[in-house]
Nanobody, 122 residues
Framework: QLQLEESGGGRVQAGGSLRLSCTAS???????IGWFRQAPGKQREGISC????????YYANSVKGRFTISTDNAKNTVYLQMNSLKPEDTAVYYC????????????????WGKGTLVTVSS
């Protein structure tokens, strides 16, 4: 069973950047990976998704143009580069095995990992 672990969160000022990592226990060749986030008091939302079969990754409107998802197959890692961060990006970020749909990633998980906290101050 594929195990994923998120890392790279932290505190940053508005306008700053962070790169999150989602490291897998084995090859990602056969999996699509989605990034999700959950802000305090809000529902978890899918913000980006990538798979080997997709020409163009998915981005939610809220992050499009600021966030970039990529995969390093040699390191079994999916990255989320986050630029021009805003206070409303403050959330716990999770990655999960997913199905990349046109409307966003659908997670294929029984339980979520710990996630990584991103805090953006104004």
């Amino acid at each position: 069973q594929l195990q994923l672990e998120e890392s790279g969160g932290g505190r940053v000022q508005a306008g700053g950047s962070l790169r999150l990592s989602c490291t897998a226990s084995s090859t990602l060749d056969y999996y699509a990976i989605g990034w999700f986030r959950q802000a305090p008091g809000k529902q978890r939302e899918g913000i980006s998704c990538i798979s080997s079969s997709d020409i163009v990754p998915y981005y939610a409107n809220s992050v499009k143009g600021r966030f970039t998802i990529s995969t390093d197959n040699a390191k079994n890692t999916v990255y989320l580069q986050m630029n021009s961060l805003k206070p409303e990006d403050t959330a716990v970020y999770y990655c999960a095995r997913s199905v990349c749909l046109r409307v966003g990633p659908r997670p294929l998980v029984d339980a979520w990992g710990k996630g990584t906290l991103v805090t953006v101050s104004s």
